[in-house]
C-alpha cells in the first residue's frame, strides 16, 4: 500500500462552524461538504482538507501537536489557535498555488520506533526537521514525529490521518495485507477507505475516489 499525498486531516470538535469559518478567513477554505456528522473544509477538492466532526467538548489535543500549512502570500510565519486546543502554524506558501498540508506533528513515546511504523504503512523515509525531528513523508506532506507521551484523552482532538492511494482495488485488498494489522473497511458513495491504527494509537485511513468522486 503506498499512498499518493495526504488527503485530510480529520477532527473531532466542538463547533465545526466556527473553526471552519475561521479557516476561511485565514486560509481562504470554503466548505466542500457537510453531513450532519462533519464539515469537510479546504482550499481545493484535491488538496489537504481538514474533516470536522461535531463532538461534545473540552477536547484534549493528545498526540496531535499542530498542523502546519502552506498559506499562499503570506509574508511570515503564524502560529493560531481556532478552540479545542487546534494549532495551525502557518508557512509561505507558492501565490499561485492554493492552500495546502505541510505538515503534521505528532507526539510519539518512541519517535524511532513509530516513524518505522509509519514506513511499514507506506510512508516514505524524510531527512529530519529543524532540531533533528525524525519524519516520514508522503507526497508533498510530512509527519513530524515530536518526542513525548500523546497519552489516552477520553476526548481526543484529532480522529485520524487520511491518506489518497491510486485504486478502490488497492484499498479492496488492504485486509489481505499483514503488516497493516486489522483493517476496517468502510465503502462509501465516493470513495472506499480501509481504516488501520498506527503508531500511539493513531488512526489512518486509506482512501480511494470511485468514479462518482465530484467533490467542489
Known amino acids: 500500500m503506498r499512498p499518493t499525498r495526504l488527503d485530510h486531516v480529520a477532527l473531532w470538535v466542538t463547533d465545526p462552524d466556527g473553526i471552519a469559518g475561521r479557516t476561511h478567513d485565514l486560509l481562504g477554505f470554503h466548505e466542500i461538504e457537510r453531513s450532519d456528522a462533519f464539515i469537510l473544509v479546504g482550499a481545493d477538492a484535491r488538496s489537504g482538507k481538514l474533516t470536522l466532526f461535531t463532538a461534545d467538548g473540552p477536547r484534549t489535543a493528545g498526540a496531535l501537536v499542530e498542523i502546519g500549512l502552506r498559506a499562499p502570500g503570506l509574508a511570515e510565519q503564524e502560529v493560531v489557535e481556532l478552540g479545542d486546543e487546534l494549532r495551525l502554524r502557518l508557512t509561505a506558501g507558492d501565490p499561485a498555488e492554493p492552500a495546502d498540508i505541510d505538515h503534521v506533528a505528532l507526539l510519539a513515546s518512541n519517535p524511532r520506533s513509530a516513524r518505522q511504523r509509519w514506513l511499514e504503512l507506506g510512508f516514505e523515509l524524510a531527512p529530519p526537521a529543524a532540531g533533528g525531528v525524525l519524519r516520514a513523508r508522503v507526497g508533498p506532506t510530512f509527519v513530524e514525529l515530536r518526542p513525548g507521551a500523546p ?14 492511494v491510486e485504486s478502490v482495488e488497492e484499498v479492496e485488498r488492504a485486509g489481505s495485507r499483514p503488516e497493516l494489522g486489522e483493517v476496517e473497511l468502510v465503502d462509501a458513495e465516493n470513495t ?22 465530484s467533490l467542489r
Open 192 to 213: 472506499v477507505a480501509a481504516f488501520v491504527t498506527g503508531p500511539d494509537g493513531v488512526r489512518l485511513e486509506y482512501v480511494a475516489h470511485k468514479p462518482t468522486f
Open 151 to 164: 497519552g489516552s484523552p477520553a476526548r481526543p482532538l484529532l480522529n485520524h490521518l487520511g491518506v489518497l
